[in-house]
């Protein structure tokens, strides 16, 4: 439990933001934000399959999904980016690939460094690549699945 204390801290510090997005905001998004985390958690059993990261110290150990990233940090920052940039897909994709690229690159550095989890068979490269691709396929599941759903209402 003392080692796991970084994890709950990634999972709930996120939260805090979300007061500030607004109820409707937060409903419009919330099913893509579902559909990303599953496609996440479905990418995380890969890893365990793979051997292409290792999460340290999970707060359920036997779950290949990482808690702590998929529902915290994660769909928070998916929430914003939406909420700041939806229906101008540069923007969007632009917002993607700065904030794929930090988690790629330094921030997966400094997670490696305070003991976190480790890259071990994927490189930084192909996570960016691979988080990139899972933000479009958010957009598109947004702009197509959700919104004409909405619209029939």
Known sequence: MKERWKMYLLLIIPWLSIFK?????????MPTIV???????????????????KVKHPIFPKLATDVSFVFGPFSVINFWIFKLTYKKFLLYLLTNIVADYLFAYPLTTIAEKLGIYRMIRMSRKQLFLLSVAVAICNYVYQ??????MRTKK
């Open 21 to 29: 997005l607004g109820r409707n905001t937060f409903f419009r998004f």
């Open 35 to 53: 559909f990303s985390d599953l496609v996440i958690a479905l990418i995380s059993e890969l890893s365990r399959e793979y051997n292409w990261w």
């Open 143 to 148: 702009l197509f699945i959700v919104e004409p």
